[in-house]
RNA sequence: GGGUUUGUAGCUCAGCUGGUUAGAGUACCGCGUUGACAUCGCGGGGGUCGGAGGUUCGAGUCCUCUCAAACCCACCA
């Protein structure tokens, strides 16, 4: 190999991939312009949490929106990927209390003002991490265009919406059952609530009635929450208990009368058929609690702990409680039973502990309005998922939706731009803080303290990061994003929560497609997580293998919309396939370090082949792009590379690259390689980016970036006679490959190969073919007789259809292992010949059956009667031997 | 309780709108290092497509039922 040809026999993507990225950054090819008349294509980043590691989920999210920015890009679209973070209300403030607790202090100690400074402090110094991350992964969004959901800008988008939709009454407080998490100190909304089946018990209890000697027993998970009941619900047509409502009942260990009431809620099968009502610790009891007109008592307090409500438990844990209550219970004779019992338990999504359902006065956002535009889109095709059966997911999530509670107990976040008078007790919201109250003009004015839930800003994303509430030229040129990458999990925390607020807002949808994928699991089909300590770091592969190969290997066996399992081998195989292309590649340079322009001489069968195969190869894998099909286009590209550039068309190059008495026929090849190798490096570029850069500057071709070529065009080479007879020389070397193995001729030894086609169409062929076959078939010791004439006897054969190929073994050859050979084909042939003239001979197929499919099935059966034929001579000949 | 997805070679997965002898990677076996690559080349063994039934001339590919696994949704206390 050529001294001066700087690439080393094995690839090491540290030694390349370094230096590609701060020079497409410097060139600007990140950038999108407004004024450009190019037809635009656009992708907003789902911002990852400030506060995140770049994990393999973020990894094959950015990957995907990579792949499709690079092909826009090289396809000629004005194409922006607009990237940002995300201020993650509670994980952010969360990192920040922990600073602090390890500082020996705490955020109520610090004051909010303080905290605030703190936390934007954190974010300059770590919130840079993750967008540096992505620049390794080698994505190419547009970082002059970075936003940041608390960023000035987005701050004003959230403000206005919350105006308009509070003044549209889209936005309300009250006093409703919410879930509240006694960790995060803050309520959460209800998809935030993750339930999880647990074991635990049905205490059934025995609530005296007051003026009788009957009992009403009562079965509750929670015996905690007794404290707090304040009626007993059955069953309206229940007759067990027809004679008992309207009467009360005693509450023990409160001595509180409450009334027994009848309600369509219960169930008359489960438990006893009589609910005990707490409207102030259960959604479905607070609901009752509204019908029936019930006081609501809580029991706890923000810790989760007993209150004063609890008289003598006050102040002990809630399960401490539990636990006391119980004995006390049973002490009273008031617990029947208890039963072992399966429940589902709502837990926080962030950090596990059991949310506790409380009442609180809240801010809600009032679904049903705009639901049902952002259903009407999906159903009307107007917005498209793909894959299509997300859609499904996301129309039954909005068709039961509850409204949905925004307000978080948090510090870092949006504030609520709600302020109340402290004279005339009015609620001001408006965008600018208010300098007086406009009712009675008090300065007296204190903010609402809560802040916003912060998918209420990400739901903005796809119009805040480009300007609104301005009317600004990106807004024109990007605004509905083209399409929407996002993984499965937040279907209802974001891509409905855009949509919705597109609509409302930019009275159109926010993106005309999402492309939902899967998660990435660890080797045994779990989540990754930190509380599994499965998790894979992508940067760790990085270094160790490229981002190149993380890239592709994230992309690769597997369909849209579903899940990936992680396995460390399949990075040593994507590795292997990224040196694959780099040897490919250097060899070619190294056939090309003489090369000039000029036209190209004569083609041979196999350079017809090649670029037939190259071109099919760009319609299909452009076809897979197009339709969002990522791996398949991937799988493509690794195929036609490997097995076909690689395995046989640098192979045959190889014989008149090396001849040094025809030049013209060496430039031929090498202009072919040269078109072929970098064609198919802009096709991968979007895969693997970094790789097919240095290789492209490698290459004797001018421009400034692979990036920005253009997208390979066919330009009519696809020539399928040229394919059909490659394929039937392909099939001749590898009868004669297999024969040589099996008959132990070592490669280097000399030998006669014999082929013998019956008809003079076929000889031509391999007459074409010859010097390919004497190629790779067995090198330059090996001749390659083609005739017309049956001939050799002592010889092993093969019998392929319209040819036959013998390797004469003068002596050698065992007659009896030969003639079982032959007998073993005679009889596959038999057997595959019985099938097709079975098929052909049901008249069914024949008159129902496409005209085409019975014409091949015609052919082949022609073809094997040919060959059983030739088995059957060549057979008799070796009998006779 | 409802829904979605998955079940194809030892392992991990492809197989598009039904039509060659069901593919790849990996693992395994045999052969092979003078000039792209041993992170390689050549050859080979290995599956009848979870099970049953059906539609069809024809099904891994459509329908029904069934078994198994994963996930999502759901206010049965």
């Not at 997911?393 to 109340?420: A, F």
């Not at 017309?788 to 073994?809: D, F, M, R, T």
Request: charged share 25%.
């Amino acid at each position: 190999m050529s001294e001066d040809l700087k690439m080393e026999k094995v690839y090491d993507p540290s030694q390349v991939e370094g230096k590609w990225y701060p020079y497409w950054e410097e060139k600007g090819y990140f950038h999108a312009d407004v004024d450009n008349a190019k037809e635009p294509f656009s992708i907003v980043m789902p911002p990852p949490n400030v506060t995140g590691a770049l994990h393999l989920g973020h990894a094959i999210d950015s990957t995907i929106q990579d792949i499709l920015t690079r092909f826009k890009r090289m396809q000629g679209y004005n194409t922006l990927w607009l990237p940002g973070t995300d201020h993650a209300g509670i994980a952010t403030q969360a990192k920040v209390e922990e600073q602090l607790a390890k500082e020996g202090t705490n955020r109520h100690e610090l004051g909010r003002d303080k905290f605030l400074e703190r936390v934007w402090d954190w974010k300059r110094e770590y919130g840079g991490r993750i967008t540096g991350q992505l620049r390794r992964l080698g994505a190419s969004c547009d970082w002059s265009r970075e936003r940041f959901t608390m960023d000035e800008g987005c701050s004003e988008a959230v403000r206005k919406v919350f105006v308009d939709l509070y003044n549209k009454g889209l936005i309300y407080r009250g006093n409703y059952i919410v879930n509240w998490c006694p960790h995060c100190h803050t309520t959460i909304s209800d998809i935030e609530v993750e339930h999880v089946d647990r074991e635990g018990h049905l205490w059934h209890l025995r609530y005296p009635v007051k003026d009788s000697e009957e009992f009403l027993v009562v079965a509750t998970t929670r015996p905690e929450t007794m404290l707090g009941d304040t009626a007993v619900a059955v069953h309206p047509e229940d007759e067990r208990y027809q004679h008992l409502i309207g009467k009360t009942v005693l509450l023990p260990l409160m001595n509180r009368e409450i009334p027994i009431i009848a309600d369509d809620y219960v169930d008359r099968e489960f438990g006893t058929g009589a609910v005990k009502i707490t409207p102030a610790h259960d959604p479905n009891d607070f609901e009752v609690g509204l019908r029936h007109n019930l006081l609501s008592i809580s029991v706890m307090d923000r810790e989760a702990n007993m209150n004063e409500e609890a008289g003598k438990y006050q102040g002990m844990e809630r399960y401490a409680a539990r636990k006391a209550i119980v004995k006390d219970l049973e002490d009273l004779g008031v617990l029947v039973k208890v039963d072992n019992h399966q429940h589902a338990v709502g837990e926080c999504y962030r950090c596990s502990t059991v949310v506790e359902p409380m009442v609180s006065k809240q801010w809600f956002v009032k679904m049903a309005p705009l639901a049902k535009p952002a259903m009407e889109v999906v159903k009307e095709g107007l917005m498209e998922f793909v894959p299509d059966r997300f859609a499904k997911i996301y129309l039954g999530w909005l068709e039961n939706i509850r409204d949905w509670c925004i307000s978080r107990q948090l510090w870092w976040g949006h504030r609520i731009p709600v302020w109340y008078c402290e004279d005339c007790g009015a609620e001001i919201c408006v965008q600018v803080d208010p300098e007086s109250c406009p009712k009675c003009g008090s300065k007296q004015l204190k903010q609402d303290p809560d802040v916003l839930d912060t998918w209420f800003s990400s739901g903005l994303w796809p119009f805040s990061t480009m300007g609104w509430p301005e009317d600004t030229p990106e807004l024109k040129q990007f605004y509905p994003t083209s399409v929407l990458v996002t993984g499965r999990d937040i279907i209802f925390f974001w891509v409905a929560r855009m949509v919705f607020m597109g609509l409302e807002f930019m009275k159109d949808v926010p993106f005309k497609k999402v492309m939902i994928h899967g998660l990435v699991l660890d080797a045994q089909g779990r989540k990754m997580s930190k509380s599994l300590g499965n998790g894979v770091d992508p940067l760790e592969i990085i270094d160790q293998y490229g981002a190149d190969t993380l890239r592709f290997m994230l992309i690769t066996g597997n369909t849209p919309g579903n899940d990936l399992r992680f396995h460390p081998e399949r990075l040593e195989a994507t590795r292997n396939f990224a040196n694959k292309i780099w040897n490919a590649s250097r060899f070619v340079l190294f056939n090309l370090q003489d090369f000039a322009e000029g036209p190209r001489g004569d083609l041979k069968l196999e350079d017809r082949w090649i670029l037939s195969r190259y071109e099919e190869t760009i319609d299909e894998v452009t076809a897979a792009l197009d339709r969002f099909d990522l791996g398949e286009a991937a799988r493509l590209l690794y195929e036609f590379i490997w097995n076909e550039f690689c395995d046989w068309y640098i192979e045959l190059a190889k014989g008149r690259l090396y001849d040094k008495e025809h030049p013209e026929a060496r430039h031929t090849v090498q202009s072919i390689l040269l078109e072929v190798l970098e064609g198919t490096m802009k096709l991968l570029h979007p895969y693997m980016p970094f790789i097919t850069e240095e290789i492209w500057h490698n290459l004797p071709v001018t421009g400034e970036s692979i990036m920005i070529q253009a997208w390979p065009q066919v330009k009519g080479y696809q020539d399928s006679s040229a394919e059909k007879q490659m394929n039937q020389i392909m099939e001749v070397i590898k009868a004669i490959r297999n024969i040589r193995a099996e008959m132990n001729v070592q490669p280097g030894k000399k030998a006669e190969i014999i082929l013998v086609a019956p008809e003079q169409e076929t000889l031509g062929v391999l007459e074409m073919g010859k010097d390919s076959i004497r190629l790779l078939a067995g090198g330059s010791q090996v001749d390659v007789v083609a005739s017309l004439e049956v001939k050799p006897a002592q010889a092993a054969s093969a019998v392929l259809e319209g040819v036959e190929v013998y390797l004469p073994l003068r002596g050698l050859l065992d007659l009896d292992k030969e003639i079982a050979r032959v007998e073993k084909e005679i009889a596959q042939a038999f057997q595959e010949q019985s099938r097709l003239a079975g098929k052909l001979n049901n008249e069914g197929f024949v008159a129902k059956a496409p005209e085409q499919v019975v014409a091949k099935e015609r052919e082949k059966l022609e073809g094997i009667n040919g060959r059983i034929g030739a088995l059957q001579v060549r057979l008799a000949e070796l009998k006779e031997a």
